[in-house]
């Protein structure tokens, strides 16, 4: 078997089920009225295909991807199945002008849809061909039939009110944890009284059954603001605060977590690859980090990474808010990381069919609020063709 082409598959939802309307200055506080998407899918000469998604514009995934020092040149004319290889082919021959960031990102999107050529080919799912030992665990060396996931409720709205009833339709769907993020009006945006009874409300909603997770999104300015509000809002019990500081402020990172027992977790913004989350672990003494499984480098990468975690103690969470194809690695990957717990899995407002419908079958929480580990070859899933015709745009 052969790969003969890498396609960059662009999707844009405007939020208003008009494809044609779309416009990037038509935001609600700052965000996007819309949805932005962009999808790899790997060719082959046998009529296999594999899929991968990357957390970039699709203009810059498609000049990586398609450029005469690009990722299709390197890997066509190669056996799919020799993921590990091929990942490593591309890594050094971009590492003049990759190494980290978007690079590493697009990488990551081949070497997903790489494996799940490989799964397809041998009959295996892919967490089977995936498997890696870490330090002695007190887990089987199984691989897990269901993992949890954690449901992110973004934008959480525009007051407490909407934020409860936003929340009690991730109870309602099943949720077993739930994580909501700053907001204007709300969390991180106005005062600590404010921060306290958004927290409060939350914690009402979820029950003491449910756990809790905060995303800051970097908006607290120094460490002195983070423990203020921490310490005000621990006795909700939140399970991790994460991206408390500046994405950049590793010191800082290693001053907090030193300094309060709840978990600070990282690594969604902009992190990519085993190199920086070793430095996450090292200097910033993290306790939870976040490899985006649409920019991290990989499904393997993620496994390097969350070893390298449970080897410091910490947990492996990955991130992949809105991207389907990632979650579904995501799946695979938690099937057999003992440091991964969750995994992310996104509840948006506005709903877009380009969310819940692009893979097939469709990927969704079951009633106990876990997601079945398929056993299907590949990632077990494929793309939903009547979605990505609907939604599909040009990459340029």
């Known amino acids: 078997m052969k790969i003969t082409d890498i396609e960059v598959i662009a999707l844009r939802d405007p939020g208003d089920g008009s494809v044609a309307s779309w416009n990037v200055g038509a935001a609600d506080a700052g965000v996007a009225a819309g949805y932005d998407f ?129 929340v009690q339709m991730a109870v309602d769907a099943g949720a077993r944890a739930v994580k909501i993020e700053e907001w204007r009006g709300q969390f991180g945006n106005v005062d600590l009284k404010t921060d306290i009874a958004v927290i409060e409300a939350a914690r009402d909603v979820l029950g003491d ?43 800082g990172y290693a001053r907090l977590a030193a300094s309060t027992g709840v978990r600070i977790a990282v690594g969604d913004w902009g992190f990519a690859g085993r190199h920086e989350f070793a430095d996450l672990l090292r200097r910033g003494r993290v306790d939870v980090v976040q490899p985006s499984s649409v920019r991290a480098g990989g499904i393997h990468e993620m496994l390097n990474i969350a070893e390298d975690a449970y080897r410091h103690g910490a947990l492996c969470i990955p991130h992949a808010w809105c991207h389907m194809a990632g979650v579904a690695a995501e799946v695979q990957m938690a099937a057999i990381s003992p440091a991964t717990p969750f995994i992310e899995f996104p509840m948006a407002f506005p709903h877009s069919d380009a969310i819940t419908d692009l893979l097939t079958p469709r990927l969704e929480l079951e009633p106990d609020g876990t997601i079945a580990v398929p056993d299907r070859p590949g990632l077990g899933f494929e793309l939903n063709e009547d979605v990505v015709e609907r939604f599909r745009v040009d990459p340029y």
Not at 119 to 124: F, N
Not at 235 to 244: G, L, S, V
């Open 38 to 166: 962009t999808l790899v899918r790997v060719h082959t000469d046998g009529g296999v295909t594999g899929i991968g998604q990357c957390e970039a514009p699709s203009l810059v995934i498609h000049a990586i991807v398609n450029n005469s020092m690009g990722l299709k040149p390197l890997i066509v004319g190669e056996d799919p199945r020799e993921v590990q290889r091929l990942w490593q082919k591309m890594y050094n021959a971009t590492g003049l002008y990759g190494r980290r960031g978007v690079v590493i990102g697009a990488i990551g999107a081949v070497e997903t849809a790489l494996w799940d050529i490989a799964g397809k080919a041998a009959g295996l799912p892919v967490h089977r061909l995936a498997w890696r030992s870490f330090t002695t665990t007190a887990t089987p060396a199984e691989p897990l039939s269901s993992v949890t996931p954690y449901v992110t409720v973004y934008p959480p709205g525009d007051d407490i009110a909407q934020l409860r009833e936003r």
């Open 209 to 251: 059954e449910r756990e809790l997770m905060i995303d800051v999104q970097n908006r607290w300015r120094d460490v002195g603001q983070a423990l203020q509000t921490i310490r005000a809002i621990e006795q909700f019990r939140p399970y991790f605060i994460e991206a408390p500081l500046p994405a950049d402020n590793i010191e």
